[in-house]
């Protein structure tokens, strides 16, 4: 009996709930080459620049020097594009504050960040 009610409560979830993983897959054709060559800079380049990583929820954030902003908002211009899965959010706070990049998404990204930024 416990079985068939359990069969019916998940029969009545909906496809696409919380529940449910989203697919990730990059669209690698969504940058020109060229387009492809600079994100790949900027890749490098903030990778090189995390000075502290913090799992959240939902992803993870990342700490750069200040002076990477203009930076952090190029790289997300592009992986974006490639990426549309992702969130993101750039914080700087004030009087030359640390900046923060975090990159989030639905049930699973965190798995997919850490394997795709080989964390």
Not at 76 to 90: D, L, Q, W
Request: aromatic fraction near 10%; charged fraction near 25%; proline fraction near 6%.
């Amino acid at each position: 009996m416990k079985a068939l009610l359990a069969s019916v409560l998940l029969a009545l979830v909906p496809l696409g709930s919380a529940g449910a993983r989203e697919p990730f897959a990059c669209n690698m054709s969504a940058l020109t080459t060229s387009q492809r060559v600079r994100h790949q800079e900027l890749s490098r380049a903030l990778l090189a620049a995390v000075q502290e990583k913090k799992e959240l929820p939902a992803g993870y954030a990342f700490r750069l020097p200040p002076d990477k902003l203009v930076t952090a908002a190029e790289w997300v211009s592009y992986e974006r594009k490639c990426c549309p899965f992702f969130t993101f959010a750039i914080e700087q706070s004030r009087d030359e504050g640390p900046l923060w990049l975090r990159v989030t998404g639905s049930r699973g990204i965190k798995e997919f960040i850490r394997a795709e930024f080989r964390l």
